[in-house]
């Protein structure tokens, strides 16, 4: 596999506090890369840093050291509106409480991306109509974030993160919050994206189940990737129990 | 502990309790200025000319008690708004609910009376400087009026205090009866309004009509008298909030499936006008009932004081009449812009005045006409032969008030020239001056008017010239004037600030939509439009309404200001004021949400 990359991390590092306060470092010098249509997982137990990660590979938050290219662009250098705007042509979202906006109808949450670009209402409504047949939430439509199940938002969220054909879909425990079904339902479209739509897909997860359906998982701990494991030709239960192995030990 | 802990909430949100603060400290001051207008007798008997003062200074006590109301319940929600995620914490911690409830109760109760007492101390300087500064600016002279006036202090004291006792308890009970989780997460619903097609056209007709209802009792005063204004208040109200609830939602409803919804932010927008403007109906409809009485009182406040030249300027004929002008006289005289003026010799013996016939002929007096109509513009100026002038134009009035003794006026006689030489007599000269605009001319007529007065003593119940008229009218009306101006500023005051501790007690629950905004990667500059936007049309919608209302409402002072006065004469200049307040209002407001709400983007 020698496609190009989509996200390229090197020498990352992250470090809270001032210099004159009592300091302390979430990543410490950071090496990986996503190519383009990979479904990579990071695992880590709570505290590993995983999250500190994902804020640095949205641009939520700054790094202290090294450099992140997502889609060629170079995150560490961006400022102000080009952020923005970066997270909102780049980079697709998935968040564990969903972050859906409870005013405005599941339609409008996913032209959302679209309508900040600037696209004709037409183009629009086709890009939300395919998206929703895909996601099977055709229905919903017209439904508001509080008369929808956990699973349902998540999808509309899921549709949302994708309408706008981003390079990257980022997920921050996209199933933390659902039931085992409504994950597994969302796991599988996650899946269908990746494949269908060639859809870079980084997961960030400390569920193996979740995992599993990863292809690539990293494992980090202490602000470091401490191992990583590729799921091959194996199907998705002999990875499953793969990753509980490498975690049992992992964590020793 | 607890207690510690509560003051470090405090402490963390300071510049919010600085806002609640400042307000309430504001709203008090403003009630004692009143309140001390109001309930000070002495000052009421000395200045109350006519009799509808007292009643205006009336209703506009109970129109304050009301809009303090709820000026201090909109101002609680938003204390609470600030401060139900930490107590939900301490109940969390085990706080038990009695303690965190002594704590909601005392933090209340203190919070109110340090406004109180800031605001009563505030409200004595400003009655002193500010009610004085006023005062001089309309050229009024008020009698009676002290700053420091114990009932007044007593009762804005008693009123607030007693109001934040009652917030207090409000506090209490709703926090003891929420669960913690609710407490915890209060700000994440939203919802979402229902719309019934049917109930919305009956509650639009039915809105529409009360509003008709309403504004034809302002304009029929007259056959209704006092009762007039209740009708009026009741049917406004009623007609403002169906119309609002009928017709705002409809509007964003069909603006929601435009295209314009798609572009940028506008959807998100929609979305929260469609969830706020529901709860917001009532608050709107009080808002801008408040802002047509606002705008209305500073109307009508400065129709009087730019109308009283006007209309003493159509009563007689000269301004200013001065004899035996002096030099600084003449000076000032010349400043004036004159738009006729005459000389004539008098000579007075006995009881009696003599004039100069050839004199008279030469530079007639002018006269007016006055006729049955009541319009005074019909009253135009004419000059008579002499001939018909010695019939009836010298008992003029104004003519006679030409040569005033002690007692009374002289009465005057006409001489040929020749008889008028050999005439012996105390020799006086009389100079008339009609200028242009009295309201141009004021300064140097006052100064001239006093130099006159000085040198020449006149009975006290006489005028002479319109100048001296427009004095008397201007203390007749003074009263009703400052009141006027006052109440326009204080409920202006009050209005906006409700307005603003509404909008602001809904943005910590706002802070979480921006956060995902941001998150999904809006810009900066593209949410402080929304936001700008979004705050800019819960802003206008009372105002809009306001502005019509007063429009009608000035209807009810027609039959006080008669023509050619009219409550509609120059209210754009007042209009302009009036708006340029209430936008100031509109910008804090919004620096104060775009703080609150907007997201800190990393800056290390």
């Known amino acids: 596999m020698t496609t190009n990359t989509v996200v390229s991390v090197s020498g990352l590092e992250k470090t809270y506090g001032k210099a004159n306060e009592r300091q302390y470092t979430a990543l410490k010098g950071l090496n990986f890369t996503v190519d383009s249509g990979e479904f990579v997982g990071i695992m880590g137990a709570s505290g590993s840093g995983k999250t500190t990660l994902l804020n640095m590979l949205s641009t939520l938050d700054t790094p202290t050291k090294g450099d992140v290219v997502v889609n060629g662009h170079d995150v560490t250098k961006m400022r102000g509106n080009q952020l923005a705007d970066f997270r909102a042509q780049e980079v697709g979202f998935i968040f564990q409480d ?12 996913i032209g959302l991306p679209l309508a900040l670009k600037g696209t004709p209402a037409k183009v629009m409504d086709q890009a939300i109509h395919e998206v929703a047949e895909t996601l099977s939430i055709a229905d919903l439509l017209q439904k508001y974030p509080a008369e929808l199940s956990g699973g349902q938002k998540q999808r ?16 921050d425990e996209p199933t933390g919050a659902l039931d085992s079904t409504s994950a597994r339902e969302l796991l599988d479209l996650l899946t269908t994206i990746n494949e269908q739509q060639k859809m870079s897909v980084l997961l960030v997860t400390h569920d193996p189940f979740s995992a599993s359906f990863c292809q690539r998982i990293l494992f980090i701990k202490d602000g470091q990737i401490g191992s990583e494991l590729r799921r091959g030709d194996q199907d998705r239960s002999t990875f499953y129990q793969g990753i509980l192995t490498e975690l049992g030990t992992f964590n020793e | 502990m607890l207690g510690k802990l509560a003051l470090a909430g405090i402490k963390n949100r300071r510049r919010d309790y600085l806002v609640l603060l400042a307000g309430l400290t504001m709203s008090a001051a403003i009630f004692y200025m009143f309140a001390n207008l109001a309930t000070n007798q002495a000052f009421l008997k000395a200045n109350a000319a006519i009799s509808s003062a007292n009643i205006i200074f009336g209703f506009g006590a109970v129109l304050l008690i009301l809009i303090t109301v709820v000026y201090i319940m909109y101002a609680n929600s938003f204390l609470l708004s600030m401060r139900q995620h930490d107590y939900g914490l301490f109940m969390m911690l085990g706080a038990t609910r009695k303690r965190v409830g002594e704590l909601v109760f005392l933090e209340t109760l203190i919070l109110g009376t340090i406004a109180t007492a800031i605001g009563l101390g505030l409200g004595l300087l400003m009655s002193k400087f500010l009610v004085g500064f006023l005062l001089n600016m309309l050229g009024l002279h008020l009698s009676h009026l002290t700053a420091v006036y114990v009932p007044a202090i007593v009762a804005t004291g008693v009123l607030y205090v007693g109001l934040f006792i009652l917030a207090s308890l409000f506090n209490l009970i709703k926090l003891t009866r929420t669960t913690v989780l609710k407490l915890l997460h209060s700000d994440e619903l939203a919802n979402q309004p229902k719309v019934k097609p049917l109930r919305q056209m009956v509650q639009g007709v039915l809105g529409i009509l009360f509003l008709a209802a309403g504004y034809w009792a302002l304009a029929s005063i007259k056959a209704l008298q006092l009762a007039a204004i209740p009708i009026a208040l009741v049917t406004i109200t009623l007609g403002t909030y169906l119309l609002f609830r009928a017709t705002i939602l409809m509007v964003i409803r069909t603006l929601r499936h435009t295209g314009w919804a798609k572009k940028h932010l506008n959807g998100f927008l929609l979305g929260q006008l469609n969830f706020r403007v529901h709860n917001y109906t009532r608050m709107l409809t009080i808002v801008s009932l408040l802002f047509a009485m606002a705008l209305g009182a500073i109307t009508v406040g400065s129709g009087y004081h730019r109308q009283l030249p006007m209309m003493a300027e159509k009563i007689g004929t000269y301004t200013v009449a001065v004899h035996d002008k002096t030099a600084r006289e003449q000076k000032l005289i010349d400043q004036l ?35 049955n109509s009541g319009n005074m513009n019909d009253q135009k100026l004419y000059t008579e032969s002499l001939k018909k002038f010695k019939k009836s134009g010298i008992s003029d009035l104004d003519f006679l008030s030409l040569a005033l003794g002690k007692v009374g006026a002289y009465s005057p006689k006409i001489l040929t020239a020749k008889q008028f ?19 141009q001319d004021l300064p140097a007529l006052k100064k001239l008017n006093k130099l006159e007065t000085a040198r020449f003593s006149q009975p006290g119940t006489m005028t002479v010239g319109n100048y001296q008229n427009y004095e008397m009218m201007l203390a007749f009306f003074g ?37 995902m905004l941001y998150k999904v990667g809006v810009r900066e500059s593209l949410m402080r ?4 936007k979004e705050i800019g049309i819960l802003f206008l919608i009372p105002g809009i309404m306001g502005v019509i209302d007063v429009l009608f409402g000035l209807q009810m002072f027609k039959p006080l200001m008669a023509a050619p006065m009219s409550p509609y004469l120059g209210i754009g200049s007042t209009f302009l004021i009036f708006i340029g307040l209430y936008a100031i209002y509109y910008l804090i407001t919004l620096a104060l949400y775009w703080r609150i709400v907007l997201p800190q983007a990393p800056n290390d």
């Open chain 1, 98 to 109: 969903f972050n859906l906006l409870e005013s405005l109808t599941a339609e409008e949450n």
């Open chain 1, 156 to 171: 509309v969220a899921a549709a949302r993160a994708i309408v706008h054909h981003p390079a990257i879909l980022m997920g």
């Open chain 2, 337 to 371: 812009h004159v738009a006729h003026q005459a000389t004539y010799t008098q000579k007075r013996q006995g009881k009696t005045v003599y004039y100069n016939a050839s004199e008279l002929r030469q530079t007639p007096v002018e006269l007016r006409a006055y006729s």
């Open chain 2, 421 to 439: 030489a050999k005439q012996p007599g105390k020799v006086v000269t009389v100079t008339t001056v009609r200028v242009k605009n009295l309201q």
């Open chain 2, 479 to 515: 009263g009703l004037e400052f009141i006027g101006y006052f109440l326009g500023i204080a409920f202006l005051a009050m209005l906006a600030s409700c307005l603003m501790f509404k909008i602001l007690s809904g943005a910590p629950g706002d802070q979480r939509r921006y956060r």
């Open chain 2, 529 to 532: 439009h929304g936001i700008a």
